[in-house]
């Protein structure tokens, strides 16, 4: 017989049944950080160009093999709330910057882990949560001193490749110099005139598998994966006109029947609609144009009336690459078939089909002439080289437009957080409130950052940061962590050209400083029942009753 425990009194019994209720620190806080730290010793084996990937398989049951902490958190399907509040700051780091998704989860996770040893030592969140606040206060007043290189020459290809090294060899070590570059031409070639803002979306990547990265090359047109759809596969000085509906009569969306009363009635309805198709495609013929792209599918009919009037056809799926089509050209996206306007119709030197590797793909080409998208090709032997390289090269993109708005730079491979670390340690032993011990912990989960890069590597960890530090503390605040190397061995990091975007190391501090203050400061949970359908039966006789109802 089921007996019903009944409910404490309180909060509880006023909630719906089937809510979950939990107070109090154990509860509310110290379970829960269980699961936060979870996840964060799962992302720390990431960070770093030493980083190690992840197998992801999502309920769709599509693979990622990656080590970007972005796409992670992206495609597992986390329902712890704490958990969740951590991934949805790392996809505002990453919506903002386009970096430092991993630093955030860490940071966070590392001032978390440090605030629950505070607790159960007896510090009150209130205290914890001041000493964390001015601890960033205080990282973020020094950031602007550490400040080593500034990016003077947007348009020298040269000081870009050197800029955008880290960021690129964060997702894929080995290749950083040879993509970094491939990016500052791509990013260069669509750079607007002064006082006009960078766009990201003018850069366009075409995946071909099969070579190696080293095959990689950037292309100022678009190069995109498909085939042309007649015979005609080669146009010099196209006028190009740019459709996202079908290639050929429109159909009626609803149902219909048609009444035959004679042969003749048969007959005049199968040549009007030939007719009708003649029509179209010699009025767009008429007007000049020699190229047309669609979005839609393409009809036979119509197909044929378009070889015979020596006009190339291509077909694309992606209304994103039908945008960024017309921004290449100069063209209007048009709704129906019909002949395009002068200023409607996009202009291109020369467009053509070819094959890289087994790949077949149009070429849209200026050949030289000012060109607003520009295409990096990658080739890759798998699809998992692939996205790796796409990865890097989107980071470096990123990096780029977050430079156009703060040029400053900060020495990298650990330097920046050693420094801050040092000095707000200096701060906590020197403040007399209860607030000292939160800023001491702030320094340790400054720390941990170099240390995961050192323990990344295979390095000695603890003989790497105490080098570091004591090098610190003489006043080298440029000190980073070798990486390729067997020993524990420290370098400059702006002489090694090891450099961060400013922009996206504040951020990210004040991001994870707020994200921790936040879950510090939740006293209950409280948790609803989830929405959906009955229960499956099963083998317990109470299989629809909850939790609470006890036999």
Known sequence: ??????????????????????????????????????????????????????????????????????????????????????????????????????????????LLENAEKLLRSGISVVHIQAGYEMACKEALRLLPGLVSHVLKKPRDIDEVTCVLQTAVGSKIFGHQKFLARLVAKACVSVLPHPGTTFNPDFIHICKVPGGDAADSRVLEGMVICTEAEGIVKRVERACVAVYCCTFGPSGLEAKNTTIFRSVEDMKDFGSSEEKLTKHLVRAVAAAGINTVVVGGKVDDQALFYANSYKIMVVRLSSRVQLQSLCRA????????????????????????????????????????????????????????MLDCLDEAVRDGISIYNVLGSDPRLLPGSGAT????????????????????????????????????????????????????????????????????????????????????????????????????????????????????????????????????ILD
């Open 1 to 110: 017989m089921a007996a019903h425990v009944p409910l404490a009194p309180g909060l509880p019994q006023m909630l719906k049944e089937g809510t979950k209720f939990f107070s109090g620190l154990q509860e509310t806080l110290f379970s829960n950080l269980t699961a936060c730290k979870a996840l964060v010793r799962t992302l720390r084996s990431c960070y770093g160009p030493m980083g190690h990937h992840k197998l992801v398989v999502n309920h769709l049951g599509k693979s990622f093999h990656t080590s970007h902490a972005a796409t992670i958190l992206r495609e597992l399907e986390v329902e712890n709330p704490v958990a969740c509040l951590l991934r949805t700051t790392a996809e505002a780091q990453q919506e903002e910057t386009g970096d430092g998704t991993t630093f955030v989860i860490l940071l966070a996770g590392a």
């Open 329 to 384: 050209v100069g063209a209007t996206l048009l709704l129906t078939l019909v002949p395009p306007l002068p200023e409607a119709t996009g202009h291109c030197r020369r467009v053509y089909t070819s094959e890289i590797g087994s790949t077949n793909v149009v070429v849209f080409s200026q050949d030289g002439a000012a060109c607003p998208v520009a295409t990096v090709v990658l080739r890759g032997s798998t699809q998992e």
């Open 417 to 548: 957080e050693m420094a801050l670390a040092v000095r707000l340690s200096t701060l906590g032993m020197y403040y007399p409130g209860t607030e000292q011990y939160g800023i001491l912990e702030f320094s340790q989960a400054l720390k941990t950052l170099p240390a995961t890069l050192a323990e990344n590597a295979g390095l000695p960890v603890n003989k790497v940061m105490a080098k570091m530090e004591v090098q610190h503390q003489l006043g080298t605040q440029n000190t980073g962590i070798k990486l390729v190397s067997e020993e524990a061995e420290t370098i400059n990091a702006t002489k090694e050209g090891l450099l961060d975007p400013f922009l996206v190391k504040h951020r990210a501090i004040a991001l994870a400083t707020q994200v921790s203050v936040t879950l510090l400061g939740v006293s209950e949970i409280m948790v609803a029942r989830k929405a959906g359908g009955p229960k499956f039966r099963g083998e317990n006789p109470n299989w629809d009753k909850e939790s609470d």
